[in-house]
């Protein structure tokens, strides 16, 4: 994807941007209006992530703190904490996210997997804090040996402990996954035990983060039955533990498991979900990140996708 896209349009649209008001996050933006945003690049520092997000014209952002393709540590400086909070500073963003390595496997019954796990995310949660994010995604790990309580157990013990040991305002939210292969967490019910196997003061530090591409891969039917899929969330893990979406269209069609994004509206799930969920005020509260593809020109395309859903939200 291309990094070096920023910095022309910002003029030109902090016009529009102090007209949706509310940038000092007390009470956060016009009622009716839920906080809505995509995963961007943090080439060149953090910083320059929160530069690309107000192109956007976002009010959340998503950033990998590392590279999420390797095992190496990538370091925090105190220099790069203070250039990242006084952008964040000066900007509409109210919610901020980091996705966590997707190497790291907290459920791994191989001891070195494990560890590298481990470590990989206590020092991505302690990035975390630093940077005062307010949430960590996580994806639930892989049941490679077969015993999925069992991985279940590990996967919860290790978020417990990395939980306690890291105090500070981030909340580690588990997603729901697409259920390749031996991933836990894709349905709802596994990830209802995730979290019940996580001690109480620790599980107050815990919740979920929805992708819809995810679930529908999964088989939850969110174009067909979008009231029905929330529903099924509430009675088993509770909407309470709601906490992010991730809204990406899907490439593969319903139960299929496979995890590829679409753009909004041009995968299997359609415009018709995105809709439903647009429209749904009693969940305004949740935030939204967009993980779709971006192509040559990331800039352009988020805001195509964001631009879709905003008008899908028919507000
Ligand atoms: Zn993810
Ligand atoms: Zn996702």
């Known amino acids: 994807m291309s990094d070096e896209t920023e910095t022309t349009t910002r003029e030109t649209t902090a016009g529009d941007r102090d007209a949706r008001g509310a940038p000092d996050g007390a009470g956060g933006l016009e009622a009716g209006e839920p906080w809505l945003g995509a995963h961007v690049s943090i080439a060149g520092g953090l910083d320059r992530a929160v530069g690309r997000a107000e192109e956007l014209d976002a009010t959340a952002l998503q950033i990998f703190t590392g590279q999420p393709q390797r095992w190496a540590d990538p370091g925090l400086g105190k220099a790069d904490v203070e250039a990242f909070r006084s952008a964040l500073e000066g900007s509409d963003i109210q919610v901020t996210v980091s996705h966590d390595s997707y190497l790291i496997n907290l459920a791994s019954e191989k001891e070195d997997l494990f560890e590298k796990s481990e470590r990989a995310f206590r020092s991505e949660l302690d990035r975390c804090v630093r940077l005062g994010l307010d949430y960590l995604v996580t994806h639930p790990g892989n ?8 991985a279940l157990r590990r996967n919860a013990d290790a978020l417990a402990r990395a939980i306690a040991d890291h105090p500070g305002p981030t909340t580690v939210l588990v997603e729901t996954t697409a259920g390749s ?49 929330m529903e099924e969330f509430d009675r088993t893990i509770g909407l309470d533990r709601l906490r992010l979406f991730h809204l990406n269209d899907s490439r593969h069609p319903r139960g299929s498991r496979k995890d590829r994004h679409a753009d909004i509206g041009e995968g299997e799930l359609g415009d018709a979900a995105f809709a439903a969920l647009m429209g749904d005020r009693s969940l305004d509260r949740v935030p939204r990140v967009i993980e779709t593809p971006k192509g040559d020109d990331a800039t352009a395309r988020d805001r195509a996708n964001l631009g879709h859903l905003r008008a899908l939200a028919g507000r």
Request: glycine share 16%; proline share 5%.
């Open 181 to 229: 292969g031996t991933a836990l967490g894709w349905r709802f019910d596994e990830l209802a035990r995730l979290i019940e196997a996580v001690p109480g003061p620790q599980r107050e530090r815990l919740g979920v983060c929805l992708d819809t591409c995810h679930a529908y891969a999964a088989g939850y039917d969110l174009r067909e039955d979008y009231g029905g899929v």
């Open 143 to 150: 049941a490679t040996g077969g015993d999925r309580p069992e």
